[in-house]
Structure formats: structure tokens, C-alpha cells
């Protein structure tokens, strides 16, 4: 097998919203906010980095928001069959409905979601989108192509980035393409992180095409998980896609976005950080390293924040 291509790879380098007129009386109480933060700094430690850098009413939303997609997750994951997994998320479903009512649905996590929704005008579209992507994530089998991993990414990952953008006060076009671009890099950086457990379980996370035109034998990795040339070759692939949406990212919807939208775009930066350390280790999926946490993503994060952009020097052309 060919080597894996050498790529010189070089990624990307303070508004509240509004409440609405009339809006109900919070319900959260500061014991239900930190529920979220300790939920999301323990299952999803990136995004809690990212959320540091969002003003105090903006960082709570997106707490709850997050957290509410570690519960959907959750819910899937203990249920014991497909009948238990679609009355779970059918709860769930019913749950965000009734934030938009007089009567909600009451926890720890839905008081703090439906807060955002009334304080801050959290559209319905985003949390519907969520219960669907992970029930449907269930039933779904390997994605045939990078096409399904894209729309993963923009149905699932996109769907955290767009509340938080109306929780600052953000509805742009550039800002929300940038959203969207930022999910389909985070699902093809989830793609590839969760390859060696998903092999495992005898999943894979990785489109069927990319595999087939890398001549992986998926067979073989089921009976045994490991790096091969011709996997490295498929992870290469793949990573460059996500690496192309985060240039776009960069040079053209973040610096057209609103500069009070940047918290939230900020998303990037683990991807971007991510990404890099996967071509380190020559895209072998199942280095250890990648599975342990980069001390310098909240460098990478401060850096972008104080200098108000995600371009670099190598973005800028100097």
C-alpha cells in the first residue's frame, strides 16, 4: 500500500440576547444550571471549554442545551430495545413541546432549557431537530457515503451551535452557515475519534464509500480492530473533508458573522485542534493519544477569543 499522503495541513488558526417582552418568570434555580454544567463538563469537556467564553446568560443556555443532548444520548443508550428507545425519546419529544406551553415538562435540565426559550428566544426547530437525529441515529446503519456523515453533522452537531448563537442575540445567514460547516466537521471528527469502539461492537462510523475506494476490508477489521495502510488512507479522506469546511469557517462565514456571534463559532477550535493531532499521529485512528485530552485546546480558545477571529497567519496569507 502507498503511504499515507503527507498533507502540511494548516487549519484554522460579547453580546447577551434580549429577553422577549412579557417573558414568563425563570424557573431555574442555581442548583439546576450547575446540574447542567457539571452534566456537560463531564461528558463533553470541549464544549464546556467553548461555553467559558459566552456571557453569563448565553453560557447557561448553552449548558442546558448540551445537556439535553447528553440526556437524549443517555436515553438511548440504556434502553434495552427498539419499543424502550422509542418511548424514552418520545418523552423527550413531548418534553421540549411542552417548554413552549404554560405547562412544562419539570427537571433540572428543562427548567434551564426553558429559561433560554422564553429569556432568550430559543427556536423549537433546533431541540426537535436533536430528538430526532438521536432517535434515528438507532435505527441507522454505517453511513454509505460522506454525503450522510455531512448531514449528520448539520442535523446533530450544527443543532447545538444555533441555540447558542440565538442566546447571544445572533440570527445571521454567514453565522449559521458557519454553524452548519462547524457540525459537518465535528461529526466527521466523531466519525473517526469513535472508530476503534464502534469496530468493537462491529459499528463503523466511517461511509461505506470512503472504504470502498481505500479497498478496506471492513470484514477484517470487524475480526481485527487495528490500523491498517489501506484504513489510513480511508481516514485521510474523510479527516480532509472536515478539515475543508473549517477553511470555510475561517476565511469566509466568520469574518462576514457579527463579532458577537464568535462564542459560539468557537466551536472550531477543538475540531480545528483535534484534527491536527490526528495528522500527527499519520491518521492512525487507533493512536492512544487521540483519545486523551489536548491541554492546549484552551490555549487555542483564549488565543482566537482575544484576538476576535479564527484566521491565523497562514489564513491571512502573511
Not at 10 to 24: K, M, N, Q, V, W
Not at 42 to 61: C, I, K, Q, T
Amino acid at each position: 500500500m502507498r503511504p499515507v499522503p503527507a498533507t502540511g495541513w494548516r487549519l484554522l488558526g460579547s453580546s447577551r440576547g434580549r429577553a422577549p417582552a412579557g417573558a414568563p418568570r425563570p424557573l431555574a434555580t442555581p442548583g439546576d444550571v450547575e446540574y447542567c454544567r457539571r452534566l456537560v463538563q463531564a461528558n463533553s469537556y470541549d464544549s464546556y471549554l467553548v461555553s467559558l467564553f459566552s456571557p453569563r446568560r448565553a453560557r447557561e443556555a448553552a449548558w442546558g442545551v448540551r445537556a439535553l443532548d447528553i440526556e437524549l444520548a443517555s436515553a438511548g443508550g440504556r434502553a434495552t430495545s427498539q419499543a424502550a428507545a422509542q418511548v424514552r425519546f418520545a418523552y423527550w419529544s413531548g418534553a421540549i413541546k411542552s417548554l413552549y406551553s404554560t405547562d412544562p415538562v419539570l427537571t433540572p435540565v428543562t427548567r434551564v432549557v426553558y429559561d433560554a426559550v422564553h429569556g432568550l428566544g430559543i427556536s423549537k426547530t433546533w431541540l426537535r431537530r436533536l430528538v430526532l437525529e438521536r432517535e434515528h441515529a438507532l435505527e441507522r446503519p454505517a453511513p454509505a457515503t460522506v454525503a450522510d456523515v455531512e448531514k449528520h453533522g448539520e442535523r446533530a452537531y450544527a443543532c447545538l451551535i444555533h441555540p447558542h448563537l440565538e442566546a447571544l442575540g445572533v440570527r445571521d445567514m454567514h453565522a449559521d452557515n458557519a454553524a452548519r460547516a462547524i457540525g459537518v466537521a465535528t461529526a466527521v471528527a466523531e466519525a473517526i475519534r469513535s472508530l476503534p469502539q464502534l469496530l468493537e461492537q462491529r459499528r463503523c462510523g466511517l461511509p461505506l464509500d470512503i472504504l470502498e475506494q481505500h479497498n478496506v476490508n471492513l470484514d477484517d477489521l470487524y475480526d481485527h480492530p487495528r490500523s491498517t495502510p489501506a484504513l489510513q488512507e480511508a481516514v485521510y479522506a474523510l479527516a480532509t473533508t472536515g478539515y475543508t469546511r473549517l477553511c470555510g469557517v475561517a476565511e469566509l462565514y466568520a469574518p462576514n458573522a457579527p463579532r458577537t456571534a464568535l462564542p459560539a463559532l468557537l466551536a472550531a477550535v477543538p475540531v480545528k485542534v483535534w484534527l491536527e493531532r490526528l495528522e500527527r499521529a499519520n491518521f492512525d485512528a487507533f493512536d492512544a493519544s487521540l483519545q486523551q485530552r489536548s491541554l492546549r485546546v484552551l490555549w487555542r480558545l483564549w488565543r482566537a477569543n482575544r484576538r476576535g477571529t479564527l484566521l491565523d497567519a497562514t489564513n491571512r496569507g502573511k
